[in-house]
């Protein structure tokens, strides 16, 4: 496993934008995937969007796509999501997650890598 680390939340007004980063360390030979996830206050983690480490392919939930963006710098060891147009219902708790093995984009589980999360707090 990874260990991983965010960074980059904050208060920001609606409309605006945010960047959050995790930095990978550890072992990351194996690593084949990873993908950001959210959660807001009463409500189950919810997934945003993902990408495979090697190929750069990208994946995203409808709630994120057209105003996420999901990248990363191989050589920096970092996972980014650009976030535009930010909306009251964005605000939540995010979490980057890593896994070496094949799966489907939304695919992680307890068993992967978590960050412990970056809050985005979202206001008028």
């Known amino acids: 496993q990874v260990q991983l680390v965010e960074s980059g939340g904050g208060l920001v007004q609606a409309g605006n934008s945010l960047r959050l980063s995790c930095q990978v360390s550890?072992?990351?030979?194996?690593?084949?995937?990873m993908a950001w996830f959210r959660q807001a206050p009463g409500k189950e983690r919810e997934y945003v969007a993902s990408?495979?480490?090697?190929?750069?392919?990208?994946h995203y939930a409808r709630s994120a796509k057209d105003r996420f963006t999901i990248s990363r710098s191989v050589v920096q060891k970092t996972l980014y999501l650009q976030m535009n147009h930010l909306k009251f219902e964005d605000a939540a708790v995010y979490l980057c997650?890593?896994?070496?093995?094949?799966?489907?984009?939304?695919?992680?589980?307890?068993?992967?890598?978590w960050g412990q999360g970056t809050q985005v707090t979202v206001s008028s």
């Open positions: 997650a890593a896994a070496a093995r094949p799966g489907l984009p939304e695919d992680y589980h307890n068993g992967d890598s």
């Open positions: 550890g072992h990351n030979n194996n690593l084949n995937r």
């Open positions: 990408i495979l480490w090697r190929f750069g392919t990208t």
